[in-house]
């Protein structure tokens, strides 16, 4: 439904989208995540034909966004960051208005308004004017005109901005089920909501592609290790001679320990359940892991070596936040 091949974009000097590629199959969602200024809303104004590329290709419904933006255009529901509207008039005025502009039939208006309002909960603001209205209400007028015409393609810069948590449910659902009718893409800094709503990712730094493909699978071509939460019991407690600290066999106390078992002593946590008992997590290193071993016998080996008994013991899925700050080195 959407390609994109090898797209470039440029503002003078400055590199906002480097060879970027992906394409997006139909009745699917695609979520883009980075930091501000990695290129997310750079490329969505390229598909949506408000922006040329400076080199590459984007075809929409196999149609060129630079050969024809006003086809790509009739096809597309386009949500800005901030959305135009007219402040001055009613709801359902506004979305009379982008209907005549986007040419529905005169006798089809009515009731596409009416399906707009439906679906975006807006039906008792259909005759409130759009400066009355609440910021989430107003983001509530901006989706209902993406949608009023019907579009196959659906491309969403911040859609649930401004929401409280009852509307980002509502809207979410919202989103969920029209991706499984139409291609759906959409930009968010909320991790949460590309987990929720979104069937492929795309993570972009620095105006390129960081990682792409669904969370389980880019989280499985990730590399470097896993994390592990332990609970932990120690005969000798706490008040080791290591700053006062979970104590092991001889003393030491079981961040040290760790530190050098794991080679990642900063990504050591322990907190104590009881004088006793301990819950530790950490991220263990591929270079720790070592090649062909069971981890979790490594790992209770190890404790044992140090006196110490394991109560429990879970390996932590790589979650969409993990691969975010490893990707980008920024934290969500």
């Known amino acids: ?15 906002a989208v480097r060879d970027v590629s992906f394409t997006v199959d139909k009745d699917s969602v695609l979520g ?7 290129g997310k809303t750079t490329i969505m104004k390229i598909l949506t034909g408000y922006h040329f590329p400076s080199a590459g290709t984007a075809l929409v419904d196999g149609i060129s966004v630079t050969e024809d933006p006003v086809a790509v255009k009739s096809i597309i529901g386009y949500l800005p960051e901030s959305v135009p509207l007219y402040s001055d008039l009613t709801v ?9 502009a986007r040419l529905i039939p005169r006798a089809s208006i009515k009731g596409r308004i009416d399906t707009a309002l439906e679906l975006c909960a807006l039906g008792d603001k259909r005759g409130k004017r759009i400066e009355t209205l609440s910021k989430g209400y107003k983001q509530r007028t901006g989706l209902a005109q993406a949608i009023l015409h019907d579009p196959p393609i659906l491309i969403l810069d911040e859609p649930t901005t401004g929401l409280d948590p009852n509307q980002i449910i509502e809207i979410r ?53 896993e994390t592990w939460d332990i609970l932990l019991k120690s005969p000798y407690g706490f008040g080791a001679r290591d700053n006062e600290s979970f104590g092991t ?54 404790a044992v070596g140090e006196g110490l008994k394991i109560l429990s013991m879970t ?7 993990d691969i975010f700050v490893k990707l980008t080195n920024e934290a969500p």
């Open 32 to 38: 883009f995540l980075g930091p501000n200024g990695a």
């Open 1 to 15: 439904m959407i390609s994109v091949s090898n797209l470039h974009k440029k503002y003078g000097a400055v590199d």
């Open 92 to 100: 359902e005025e506004y979305l009379r208005f982008i209907a005549r």
């Open 173 to 225: 659902g919202l989103i969920k089920d029209l991706g499984k009718r139409k291609t759906v893409i959409l930009s968010t800094h909320i991790l949460q909501e590309v987990e929720a709503v979104c069937n492929q990712v795309l993570i972009l730094n620095e105006g390129a592609i960081a990682a792409q493909g669904t969370p389980e699978s880019i989280a499985g071509t990730m590399k470097g290790g």
């Open 315 to 321: 390996q932590k899925k790589l979650s969409l936040e």
């Open 249 to 302: 066999r001889d003393g030491e106390g079981v961040e040290t320990k760790l530190g050098r078992f794991t080679l990642q002593p900063e990504n050591i946590t322990v907190r104590p359940a009881d004088d006793k008992t301990a819950a530790v997590s950490f991220f263990l290193s591929a270079a720790a892991q070592g090649g062909g071993h069971d981890t979790a016998e490594a790992i209770f080996d190890w």
